[in-house]
């Protein structure tokens, strides 16, 4: 018998959100560098205005946060739902910047906090 894997859930990460989708925006987010999960925390690229993953390393902008991708997307440049304010989010349901540590992750859930998305 096949053994089937399930990845994550499409806002599996999202525990509660402003009324009227207020914590939601449509952007652009780059992944042709690869696909990224729902959760994925995302970085805003200051030349070109497209969201990528957050990179604590950069230089372009995407190395602050700026919001959490809602649903994955495959290796393409797309518009796609990213949250951008008032939410709670679950922690463990979170994809962080490749290799990151526990303290860069406390890093970055204190960032999110700033823009008004809670970490539980």
């Known amino acids: ?3 089937l894997t399930q990845g994550r859930l499409n806002a599996a990460f999202l525990i509660s959100e402003a ?3 207020r914590s939601r ?5 780059d992944a042709t560098s690869g696909a990224l999960e729902t959760g994925t925390v995302l970085g805003k690229v200051t030349s070109s205005g497209k969201f990528v993953r957050h990179d604590a390393g950069a230089s372009d902008g995407s190395e602050s946060e700026a919001g959490i991708l809602l649903i994955g997307i495959g290796a393409e440049e797309a518009s796609r739902t990213v949250i951008r304010r008032d939410a709670e989010v679950q922690q463990s349901e979170l994809t962080y910047a490749a290799g990151a540590n526990a303290a860069q992750e406390t890093a970055t859930n204190a960032a999110l906090e700033a823009l008004g998305i809670v970490v539980r």
Do not use: G, P, T
């Not at 925006?25 to 987010?29: A, H, N």
């Open 1 to 3: 018998m096949a053994i």
């Open 19 to 21: 009324n009227d989708h």
């Open 25 to 29: 925006d449509e952007e652009i987010v």
